[in-house]
């Protein structure tokens, strides 16, 4: 399941009334170990409200207060929001989302809380649109969107990092994004779906992604590579410091 | 004392650097049509260069991200591709007109077409985009913009007397001759050539390519806070020398060449001689930092490697960008379109573009997430927010000003 397809859909609870659209994914990081990040980052709770400029300019954290006016406006439309476990969920369908409860039974944190063991994350705010930066300080990317892996034994884990026109065809959504997707499928014959990068190769989390892997052996340097080799390369003077 | 000249420096370039083709013309045009009746448009477009250039220079400094990066992770991928779209189109015209002007200028000095150099000046701006170090780069071009400090000698020499013009910026609203619309169109104008959005992409990516840290801030500050501010005086010098010159004649300005006049007519040949220097250095540095620009918004919406600071072949799709925005701007020129008509849309479309750079940045130089204990204060926070409403308001008053009034006709 892509982040892409889970943020946006309906959500309705038990009595088939519709609450609002998944507005955020919080994520908590405890799942099971995926290489060097250490425990996966696994789904914690489903945001229930639109996921616009409001949230994106993040007011609902207590350490982020100005302009005043911004921060109340903004604020207001992204504190209390309802949220969802991933126990009260009944089914995922397509472009929908099926609640075991009903909206007036449903938490309301008054923004992001950190727990007391592990670190939460908004995946929406501090994963998603971030620079891919390598060892090494190349930048590799974006994270273009995250692909969740469903388990048997629990919520579903964070497996990939999606990259590349072929995932953000996606987000962009409509005929635009449909001409992205087909013009990267026709680009990258055989590919078709985006590049994948392993959340087994996150370093860490700040203001941006670190890999520990070099730019060079991700699929996202492809196109990179073709612009270098078939263009700058072939101009005297690319090499120069 | 190696500090205190690299500040000092660095004011100097960002001063010779701050006017470009259209500061140019608007300031110009401006002068001819309303006398100094828009001068306070200019402070307050000067204003808000700096308090944006400050936080996006702040934000890049502290964070490493540059200001297409906070654009994508603050507005997401739909709105940032909305913004990347139209800051893109407009940043490629303003390197249409840059080339532009700098063939004009060509032609003032040679006599030949302007059409002919065009080919050349773009080759030219990209061999130096593609040979010279950022650093050299952004200095000489600057420092060469000082030289037009003639125009200040010029209006000095015009000598319009202090106590008119300052009655005459007192006044607000237009002359008879002109109506209320040209005159919010021109403001307008005058707010979208002061505060145009890829001095912030250059800027903030600037810092990063220069490396700054934390100990740089200051450096930060003093490029913006007196750089700018000496550069707006220039603006105003060049508004103020067409005030005296065109508008008791009703002489209104269509060519570049009107732009020399008062030079040349108060200080002779050896004043004109620098007035082109300066026009040609000021022009050529925004040329690159336009050309650059383009290479910054696509490369930092993607996520590709960017930056003159690693080897070209490193940052292939960056340069590629570039290469390709140069190719297209000429042909815009060569397209025989005016362009100081080019350089009018330019502007005003920056003024109506800005909104969607400018909140993302407010937003971040907020967040301790990005700026540790460098966020933004109280004060400044204040004087921020009214920006963004005057922005706000700005943005949609710009288009159908633009076709009430037939692009200020």
């Given at each position: 399941?892509?982040?892409?397809?889970?943020?946006?859909?309906?959500?309705?609870?038990?009595?088939?009334?519709?609450?609002?659209?998944?507005?955020d994914?919080?994520?908590?990081?405890?799942?099971?170990?995926?290489?060097?990040?250490?425990?996966?980052?696994?789904?914690?709770?489903?945001?229930?409200?639109?996921f616009?400029l409001a949230s994106r300019a993040g007011y609902e954290r207590p350490d982020v207060k100005?302009?005043?006016?911004l921060a109340?406006?903004l604020g207001?439309r992204t504190k209390?929001?309802?949220?969802?476990?991933?126990?009260?969920?009944?089914?995922?369908?397509?472009?929908?989302?099926?609640?075991?409860?009903?909206?007036?039974?449903?938490?309301?944190?008054?923004s992001l809380?950190?727990?007391?063991?592990?670190?939460?994350?908004s995946?929406g705010l501090e994963?998603?649109?971030?620079?891919?930066?390598?060892?090494?300080?190349?930048?590799?990317?974006?994270?273009?969107?995250?692909?969740?892996?469903?388990?048997?034994?629990?919520?579903?884990?964070?497996?990939?990092?999606?990259?590349?026109?072929?995932?953000?065809?996606?987000?962009?959504?409509?005929?635009?994004?449909?001409?992205?997707?087909?013009?990267?499928?026709?680009?990258?014959?055989?590919?078709?779906?985006?590049?994948?990068?392993?959340?087994?190769?996150?370093?860490?989390?700040?203001d941006?992604?670190?890999?520990?892997?070099?730019?060079?052996?991700?699929?996202?340097?492809?196109?990179?590579?073709?612009?270098?080799?078939?263009?700058?390369?072939?101009?005297?003077?690319?090499?120069?410091? | 004392?190696?500090?205190?000249?690299?500040?000092?420096?660095?004011?100097?370039?960002?001063?010779?650097?701050?006017?470009?083709?259209?500061?140019?013309?608007?300031?110009?045009?401006?002068?001819?049509?309303?006398?100094?009746?828009?001068?306070?448009?200019?402070?307050?477009?000067?204003?808000?260069?700096?308090?944006?250039?400050?936080?996006?220079?702040?934000?890049?400094?502290?964070?490493?991200?540059?200001?297409?990066?906070v654009?994508?992770e603050r507005?997401?991928?739909?709105?940032?591709?909305?913004?990347?779209?139209?800051?893109?189109?407009?940043?490629?015209?303003?390197?249409?007109?840059?080339?532009?002007?700098?063939?004009?200028?060509?032609?003032?000095?040679?006599?030949?077409?302007?059409?002919?150099?065009?080919?050349?000046?773009?080759?030219?701006?990209?061999?130096?985009?593609?040979?010279?170090?950022?650093?050299?780069?952004?200095?000489?071009?600057?420092?060469?913009?000082?030289?037009?400090?003639?125009?200040?000698?010029?209006?000095?020499?015009?000598?319009?007397?202090?106590?008119?013009?300052?009655?005459?910026?007192?006044?607000?609203?237009?002359?008879?001759?002109?109506?209320?619309?040209?005159?919010?169109?021109?403001?307008?104008?005058?707010?979208?050539?002061?505060?145009?959005?890829?001095?912030?992409?250059?800027?903030?990516?600037?810092?990063?390519?220069?490396?700054?840290?934390?100990?740089?801030?200051?450096?930060?500050?003093?490029?913006?806070?007196?750089?700018?501010?000496?550069?707006?005086?220039?603006?105003?010098?060049?508004?103020?020398?067409?005030?005296?010159?065109?508008?008791?004649?009703?002489?209104?300005?269509?060519?570049?060449?009107?732009?020399?006049?008062?030079?040349?007519?108060?200080?002779?040949?050896?004043?004109?001689?620098?007035?082109?220097?300066?026009?040609?250095?000021?022009?050529?540095?925004?040329?690159?930092?336009?050309?650059?620009?383009?290479?910054?918004?696509?490369?930092?919406?993607?996520?590709?490697?960017?930056?003159?600071?690693?080897?070209?072949?490193?940052?292939?799709?960056?340069?590629?960008?570039?290469?390709?925005?140069?190719?297209?701007?000429?042909?815009?020129?060569?397209?025989?379109?005016?362009?100081?008509?080019?350089?009018?849309?330019?502007?005003?479309?920056?003024?109506?573009?800005?909104?969607?750079?400018?909140?993302p940045?407010?937003i971040v130089?907020n967040d301790p997430a990005y700026?540790?204990?460098?966020?933004?204060?109280?004060?400044?926070?204040?004087?921020?927010?009214?920006?963004?409403?005057?922005?706000?308001?700005?943005?949609?008053?710009?288009?159908?000003?633009?076709?009430?009034?037939?692009?200020?006709?």
């Amino acid at each position: 399941m892509r982040l892409a397809d889970l943020i946006g859909s309906v959500v309705v609870d038990a009595d088939g009334a519709e609450i609002g659209d998944v507005g955020d994914l919080w994520l908590i990081q405890d799942g099971p170990p995926m290489g060097v990040f250490g425990a996966a980052l696994r789904f914690d709770k489903l945001v229930i409200g639109r996921f616009g400029l409001a949230s994106r300019a993040g007011y609902e954290r207590p350490d982020v207060k100005g302009p005043v006016i911004l921060a109340r406006l903004l604020g207001r439309r992204t504190k209390h929001r309802p949220v969802a476990s991933w126990s009260d969920i009944a089914a995922i369908e397509e472009g929908r989302i099926r609640l075991r409860l009903r909206n007036g039974d449903l938490e309301r944190p008054r923004s992001l809380e950190q727990p007391a063991t592990g670190r939460r994350w908004s995946a929406g705010l501090e994963l998603l649109d971030r620079q891919l930066v390598d060892p090494d300080g190349w930048m590799a990317g974006k994270v273009d969107d995250l692909l969740l892996e469903f388990r048997d034994d629990g919520p579903p884990v964070v497996t990939e990092i999606l990259a590349g026109p072929g995932a953000l065809a996606r987000r962009i959504g409509g005929r635009l994004g449909a001409w992205i997707a087909s013009v990267h499928a026709r680009l990258h014959p055989g590919a078709g779906d985006p590049a994948t990068i392993s959340f087994g190769i996150v370093g860490k989390i700040d203001d941006h992604v670190t890999l520990i892997v070099s730019r060079k052996d991700l699929a996202t340097f492809e196109a990179e590579a073709w612009a270098r080799d078939h263009v700058i390369a072939k101009i005297p003077g690319s090499s120069d410091p | 004392m190696k500090k205190v000249f690299e500040i000092f420096l660095g004011i100097l370039t960002a001063f010779g650097g701050f006017v470009d083709i259209g500061d140019l013309v608007a300031n110009s045009e401006t002068g001819a049509r309303f006398g100094m009746r828009l001068a306070w448009v200019v402070v307050v477009g000067v204003v808000g260069i700096v308090i944006f250039a400050e936080m996006s220079g702040r934000v890049a400094t502290m964070s490493k991200r540059p200001v297409f990066d906070v654009i994508r992770e603050r507005l997401g991928a739909r709105l940032a591709l909305v913004n990347l779209a139209a800051s893109f189109f407009i940043n490629l015209l303003t390197v249409a007109a840059e080339i532009g002007g700098l063939a004009l200028v060509i032609e003032l000095v040679t006599g030949i077409n302007y059409l002919l150099w065009v080919p050349l000046v773009a080759i030219a701006v990209w061999i130096v985009l593609w040979k010279v170090r950022f650093s050299i780069m952004e200095k000489v071009f600057g420092l060469s913009g000082l030289a037009l400090i003639v125009t200040a000698l010029a209006l000095w020499r015009l000598d319009p007397g202090f106590v008119d013009a300052l009655a005459s910026a007192r006044r607000f609203g237009p002359t008879s001759a002109e109506s209320w619309a040209t005159y919010a169109f021109f403001a307008i104008a005058l707010l979208g050539a002061a505060m145009t959005p890829y001095e912030v992409f250059f800027f903030s990516s600037g810092a990063v390519e220069e490396q700054w840290t934390r100990k740089d801030l200051i450096l930060n500050r003093a490029n913006v806070y007196i750089g700018f501010p000496l550069g707006g005086l220039l603006s105003l010098a060049i508004m103020g020398c067409s005030a005296a010159l065109f508008l008791p004649r009703g002489v209104s300005v269509e060519h570049l060449s009107q732009v020399t006049l008062p030079v040349s007519a108060t200080l002779g040949k050896v004043g004109l001689v620098f007035m082109l220097y300066g026009i040609f250095a000021a022009i050529f540095s925004a040329a690159l930092e336009t050309a650059l620009s383009a290479g910054y918004t696509v490369a930092q919406f993607f996520g590709w490697q960017w930056g003159k600071f690693v080897r070209s072949r490193e940052a292939a799709r960056f340069h590629l960008v570039i290469l390709l925005s140069l190719c297209v701007a000429v042909l815009i020129v060569l397209s025989t379109l005016d362009p100081i008509a080019v350089t009018e849309y330019s502007i005003v479309l920056s003024a109506a573009a800005l909104p969607l750079t400018y909140i993302p940045i407010l937003i971040v130089a907020n967040d301790p997430a990005y700026m540790k204990d460098k966020t933004n204060s109280m004060f400044l926070n204040a004087i921020a927010f009214g920006f963004l409403v005057l922005l706000v308001i700005v943005s949609i008053a710009t288009i159908p000003l633009m076709i009430w009034t037939k692009g200020g006709a």
